[in-house]
């Protein structure tokens, strides 16, 4: 950032929120069946000092919760006073899915995640996120959004971002996960759309979904203070850096491991989600136990993300293995010698926290 003061500047959607002005908003963005008004709750923190703004958003899938208690906590937290820019908290994205507690648009199963910047004359779901996107993430300078993994699985807690495009890199090494996972993203999703528009956005998975986990809730609130400091909203904290750093582009080193038989799976990796070659991550036996088939690590590797629900067809995702090199495993492995690293139970089948 240069070390020029910026001048602070009201927050412009289709009303104002001046410097030093926290506000609570609840902005209509569609209609219910009942032709109710289908509200999305905002908060804006305007800070006395000008600086940037920064979008943080949640509930664009609705099942998705530990973002939504991160962006809760961060809208509590700060306030004008002593702040250099304007935080925008949405907190909730897609309503219809958050209340019915699923990922989609009921009905009409539509991914919000696919419909950014979406169309006024468009599906229900697009219009709600052109709203949002026009009125709020548009006047952003960066932005955070964050996700958990889909029901029935889990992730370790990781970044997407697309290092390659302008100022992306630096909001990403900023928020300190350890991985990195990197690519475009999808078409559609916030964080390309976003990003390609100039605003750098990254894309923050966290566990879970439907649950509340603290450790990682408890990360992502360090995170997002080190993208305050970084950026100059928070000019006296200090910046965190993540002790070991991983990025590593779509599909080159990671994959999916999947079942080639229908059965039960048993997790056999653990405690910490490092496994090295040969090792057992899991075994898919058949109902009368007379067939077992042990899945072993093809290489050494970060287990990024696992299944959770027990039971398998053919081609159901075991789990997410990223090969490590051997600095990376060397520094992980200092890690869990000194007990620091975090975000996992010690027990193979699970991660932390609940
Ligand atoms: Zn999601």
């Known amino acids: 950032m240069n070390t020029e003061p910026?001048?602070?500047e009201p927050f412009q959607y289709d009303a104002s929120v001046d410097p030093g002005e926290k506000r609570h908003v609840r902005y209509e963005v569609g209609e219910s069946y009942l032709g109710d008004p289908i509200e999305v709750p905002?908060?804006?923190i305007n800070g006395e000092h000008g600086g940037p703004t920064v979008f943080l958003s949640a509930g664009i899938h609705g099942d998705e919760l530990n973002g939504v208690k991160v962006v809760q906590e961060v809208a509590d937290r700060y306030d004008p006073e002593g702040l250099h820019g304007t935080i925008v908290c949405l907190h909730v994205c897609n309503v219809p899915a958050y209340e019915a507690q699923q990922r989609y648009t009921p009905i009409y199963d539509q991914d919000m995640n696919r419909s950014f910047p979406g169309r006024a004359g468009s599906n229900t779901t697009e219009r709600m996120a052109n709203v949002i996107y026009r009125r709020f993430v548009a006047q952003c300078d960066l932005g955070l959004d964050f996700h958990t993994s889909t029901r029935n699985r889990t992730t370790i807690y990781h970044a997407r971002a697309d290092l390659e495009a302008p100022g992306v890199e630096r909001l990403a090494r900023a928020f300190a996960t350890n991985v990195v996972l990197y690519g475009t993203g999808d078409a559609g999703s916030l964080r390309s759309v976003a990003t390609a528009d100039g605003i750098p956005t990254v894309t923050v998975?966290?566990?879970?979904a439907h649950r509340f986990q603290p450790v990682l809730i408890e990360k992502a609130l360090e995170g997002v203070e080190s993208v305050f400091a970084?950026?100059?909203?928070?000019?006296?904290?200090?910046?965190?850096?993540?002790?070991?750093?991983k990025s590593?582009?779509?599909?080159?080193?990671?994959?999916?491991?999947?079942a080639d038989a229908g059965g039960l799976v048993e997790m056999e990796w653990g405690p910490y989600p490092l496994v090295y070659e040969g090792d057992?991550?899991?075994?898919?036996?058949?109902h009368f136990k007379t067939e077992e088939r042990v899945v072993e690590a093809p290489f050494d590797g970060l287990i990024l993300g696992a299944l959770e629900n027990p039971v398998a067809a053919p081609g159901h995702p075991l789990c997410h293995l990223l090969e490590l090199d051997r600095e990376t495993k060397a520094e992980i492995t200092r890690e869990i010698e000194r007990g620091e690293f975090?975000?996992?139970r010690a027990h193979g089948d699970a991660w932390a926290d609940d």
């Not at 057992?280 to 058949?286: H, K, P």
């Open 6 to 8: 910026a001048p602070s």
């Open 205 to 208: 998975e966290m566990g879970r």
């Open 230 to 245: 970084e950026y100059g909203l928070l000019p006296d904290e200090p910046v965190h850096w993540p002790g070991w750093y």
């Open 42 to 44: 905002i908060t804006v």
């Open 280 to 286: 057992a991550i899991c075994t898919v036996t058949n």
């Open 248 to 258: 590593t582009a779509a599909d080159t080193t990671k994959r999916w491991l999947r």
């Open 342 to 344: 975090d975000g996992y």
